[in-house]
């Protein structure tokens, strides 16, 4: 299984951006990259997915390297309600394995007022 | 739209007690999730399923776990007999095909004494 490396915990001010890096130096051609966001007492939050190129929704953006060997999210304007646990994930294609999901340990973002 | 529905929230067994947890996924969504969460830790797979049929169980313990999805929609998850290390929070998700993302639930909360 593809492993991604993520730093244990950032520190961010309210209404600052925030740039959380994830390196997947094993990466295959075929692995998707996802983030989850994990709120205390609730269940994860998808936030963002990409194969190739940059990602934008309403949550977040999603930077990823040329050789995919890391990615960046962007929170644009971080809230106190972004203070959570971040997931950066390598899915494989839905027939490998049926794209399973493996959680690592994650970073833990707090965000000050 | 309603999300990933599950019952109960929270749960207290003793060992050697059985324990089952329902799932409602999203209308719509032909892939289901169980997770087992433990404290401190990422959720890990237990189980996948696409329709009514199992797609992984490789991280199930099958002496004691057990789980099904009849009609394709709703899915249930039971434990017998219990143990004290069963102690965790057990999620449910789901997701359309593909690499899109997986919605989930709030999680049952199961303790174990």
């Known amino acids: 299984d593809a492993k991604t490396t993520q730093p244990n915990s950032m520190e961010s001010n309210e209404e600052e951006p925030v740039h959380l890096p994830c390196n997947h130096s094993t990466i295959s051609g075929t692995d998707y990259i996802h983030w989850y966001r994990q709120l205390p007492s609730q269940g994860p939050e998808y936030v963002i997915h990409g194969l190739t190129s940059n990602v934008n929704n309403r949550m977040a953006s999603l930077a990823i390297a040329e050789d995919r060997k890391s990615s960046t999210l962007i929170l644009h304007r971080a809230t106190l309600r972004d203070a959570a646990v971040y997931y950066c994930i390598l899915r494989p294609p839905y027939y490998n394995q049926g794209g399973k999901l493996i959680f690592g340990q994650g970073t833990e973002l707090s965000v000050k007022p | 739209e309603a999300g990933v529905a599950q019952s109960p929230r929270y749960k207290i067994i003793e060992k050697r007690q059985s324990v089952a947890f329902w799932c409602n996924p999203i209308?719509?969504?032909?892939?289901l999730y169980w997770y087992q969460q433990i404290l401190g830790q990422g959720p890990k797979l237990l189980i996948q399923?696409?329709?009514?049929?199992?797609?992984?169980d490789s991280q199930l313990p099958k002496d004691r776990f057990s789980a099904e999805r009849l009609k394709g929609v709703d899915s249930t998850l039971k434990i017998q007999p219990a143990k004290l290390e069963d102690s965790a929070v057990y999620l449910c998700?789901?997701?359309?095909?593909?690499?899109?993302?997986?919605?989930f639930g709030p999680g049952t909360r199961l303790t174990v004494t």
């Open positions: 399923f696409q329709n009514n049929g199992v797609v992984d």
């Open positions: 209308s719509g969504h032909a892939t």
């Open positions: 998700a789901s997701s359309l095909e593909g690499a899109s993302g997986q919605y």
